[in-house]
């Protein structure tokens, strides 16, 4: 059971803000830690192969993995880059809309799949193991137009973490994508913490269970409160770790 960590979560984040700003050089550092971070536990839930090391590697070094299959590789790539322009859409305060999404998922999967990068799926599709049944392709776009005009009104009513937890859901419940949906939910719920001043968040692969239990209360019992409290204990993790790295760096 997952508690609900919005107070803890301002309090960290109150903690963080206090040594802003922080020096280039530490943030340079604590960017590319969790690049490698996030790229990894995203990848890893979704099934890649790749270890925390290897994935170091390929990103650091441009080094392939023997015996590691390509896809693998080119997901790693494709997160990596996708996770540089959550920065730069955040740094230059770009909102949220259908286009920022479609951006994102093109640049994830545009190396593994060009024709189906950025663009909406053409067929219908069902989760493995799940007893939730996805919305057809053809009000796909329809459903993903509504669910873009809620994003302002619920970004100003929703705590920012809710808000976060909110466009993940969504989006996966939605799946406008062949293939690459969580990964650009696990981008968006990024993008939505970075614009509100947090930092990057990642959902370790230990912790998969319960994630998608989270999801599936949200999808088949119509209760996201489950998923949101789980989410709010990741943001919490994760804003420990920031703080202890930069203790460490200071």
Not at 238 to 245: A, D, N, T
Request: contains cysteine; glycine residues 4%.
């Amino acid at each position: 059971m997952y508690n609900n960590r919005f107070e803890d979560n301002d309090e960290y984040k109150a903690k963080i803000d206090a040594y802003r700003p922080l020096d280039e050089n530490i943030l340079k550092q604590i960017k590319a830690y969790f690049k490698i971070s996030f790229t990894y536990t995203s990848n890893a839930i979704e099934g890649n192969s790749l270890s925390l090391n290897e994935t170091k590697i390929i990103i650091e070094d441009g080094i392939t993995i023997g015996g590691k299959p390509v896809k693998d590789h080119l997901e790693v790539i494709g997160n990596s880059n996708a996770y540089d322009l959550l920065f730069n859409i955040a740094n230059q305060n770009i909102p949220i809309t259908e286009d920022t999404i479609l951006k994102l998922h093109k640049i994830l999967y545009s190396n593994i799949d060009e024709t189906n990068s950025g663009k909406y799926r053409n067929c219908n599709v069902l989760i493995t193991g799940s007893e939730y049944e996805l919305p057809k392709y053809n009000v796909v776009p329809k459903l993903m137009k509504e669910f873009c005009s809620n994003i302002e009104l619920n970004k100003e009513k929703m705590h920012s973490v809710e808000f976060a937890a909110w466009l993940h859901e969504r989006l996966v419940s939605i799946h406008p994508f062949i293939d690459g949906n969580g990964r650009t939910a696990r981008l968006l719920m990024n993008l939505a913490l970075l614009q509100s001043g947090y930092n990057i968040t990642t959902i370790s692969p230990v912790v998969r269970n319960d994630y998608i239990a989270g999801l599936q209360d949200a999808q088949l019992k119509n209760n996201i409160v489950p998923f949101t409290n789980f989410i709010s204990e990741m943001v919490l993790e994760s804003q420990k770790e920031y703080l202890r790295i930069i203790e460490r760096l200071k």
